[in-house]
Nanobody, 115 residues
């Protein structure tokens, strides 16, 4: 059974940083593309960024230059480094694993940016 578990969320002041982790179990994700999404209260879930199996990344315009996705295949984990956080980054953050037959989501981790 494939599971994705996010961690690392919390409360941070504007301008601060957080690093989220997405640990996968039940399958090796080294050959898979992984995405990060987020959902703010009252809004639709939005795509944040993607990392390919070889480490190529792309980001939404709203986070470009502030967020960085990386992966550690030995640890079967993907990371989202978030810098220069803004109140509008407040959301539940989810990792997303698409495969040929289905897609998997983690349970999400709350990030709150507030003074």
């Amino acid at each position: 059974q494939v599971q994705l578990v996010e961690s690392g969320g919390g409360l941070v002041q504007p301008g601060g940083s957080l690093r989220l982790s997405c640990a996968a179990s039940g399958m090796k994700i080294s050959v898979n593309t992984m995405n990060w999404y987020r959902q703010a209260p009252g809004k639709q879930r939005e795509w944040v960024g993607i990392i390919s199996s070889v480490g190529t990344t792309a980001y939404a315009n709203s986070v470009k230059g502030r967020f960085t996705i990386s992966r550690d295949n030995a640890e079967n984990t993907v990371y989202l480094q978030m810098n220069s956080l803004k109140p509008e980054d407040t959301a539940v953050y989810y990792c997303h694993l698409p495969t040929r037959t289905t897609v998997y989501w983690g349970q999400g981790t709350q990030v709150t940016v507030s003074s």
